[in-house]
């Protein structure tokens, strides 16, 4: 059955690419809390992930919820994950322009499609692997964790944009410049701005298919991720970026933000349609009405259906 706003649930108990925020536990009344949103069903109730006091009674997350072992794990994973994702991908541009080419394009692409599946694999049980904001926001259904998890994304950006300045140099010599491609669109706005939208929505696409529907391969997760977000840069001729925090990172290092809101709305709105549109096509019993009346993944209220 359908539930739109459900995240990663499945995933994350086999080699998942999902983020611990939550689902909802249908038919229990004792379980560990979670912080979902129930869709389509009555008299389910709707628990904050980190409460562990049991109670029946729906509402959303508490501050006093946030402060925990388990929080701050997947905030530093995040952090973590995200500095590795830029320091590989970033670098590989690094130095395939200070080397003449010796990566080559192609070679760039595999590297970040190489990380992202890596990452998956790794420490995807741990956060979910988002290391991007538009995932987050797509799946939004935890209060607390969308803002600390953006956060902690543009942070291991940026601290990995510094490592790369700092190894390879900085200023306003060309070769310091390499680290900031892609902060500035190609072409005009609105083909960065149509291009970010659509591989965006590819790579939403893709990650709620593996993510969200217990007919797919848990296992092949990270290699499905990984491989489209291969296959996006190659389309977007190395100036994609899928990723705000990929954008802001360097941007907020080199000084330089023309352009970036961009690469911030642009994606944004891709994989929110994204997710819903796989959502729509997904096998279900309910109709089209019933479906589109039920609400987005940025719905974060814990009414009922």
Wanted: glycine share 12%.
């Amino acid at each position: 059955m359908l539930k739109l706003g459900h995240v990663f649930p499945e995933l994350l108990r086999r080699n998942s690419f999902a983020i611990e925020s939550g689902r909802e536990m249908a038919g229990r009344e004792d379980g560990a809390a979670a912080g979902a949103m129930e869709e389509g069903q009555d008299s389910k109730e709707v628990k904050c992930e980190n409460s562990e006091d049991g109670s029946n009674t729906s509402r959303r997350c508490q501050g006093n919820d946030m402060i925990s072992v388990q929080f701050m794990q997947k905030i530093l994973t995040e952090i973590l994950g995200t500095y590795f994702m830029i320091f590989a991908g970033c670098g590989a541009v690094v130095v395939n322009l200070s080397t003449g080419g010796a990566v080559t394009f192609p070679g760039i692409c595999a590297v970040w499609g190489l990380v992202v599946t890596v990452l998956v694999y790794s420490i995807g049980l741990i956060s979910g692997t988002h290391l991007n904001p538009t995932v987050t926001v797509a799946f939004a259904t935890n209060c607390d964790l969308v803002s600390s998890y953006v956060v902690a994304q543009v942070l291991g950006s940026t601290m990995a944009s510094l490592t790369l300045r700092v190894v390879f140099g900085g200023g306003g010599s060309a070769r310091g410049e390499h680290l900031f491609l892609g902060t500035t669109p190609a072409g005009s706005m609105a083909q960065a701005a149509a291009l970010e939208f659509v591989i965006s929505f590819f790579l939403m696409f893709v990650v709620s298919s593996v993510a969200t529907d217990n007919r797919a391969i848990g296992e092949l997760a990270g290699l499905a991720v990984g491989a489209t977000v291969a296959v996006n840069a190659g389309d977007a001729r190395g100036v994609g970026s899928m990723n705000p925090a990929r954008i802001l990172g360097p941007a907020m290092v080199a000084g330089r933000y023309g352009g970036v809101w961009v690469y911030v709305a642009a994606p944004v709105s891709g994989a929110v349609c994204g997710a819903w549109a796989y959502n729509l096509l997904r096998f279900t019993d309910k109709t089209l009405r019933v479906i589109a009346k039920s609400g987005s993944f940025l719905r974060r209220s814990s009414r009922r259906s």
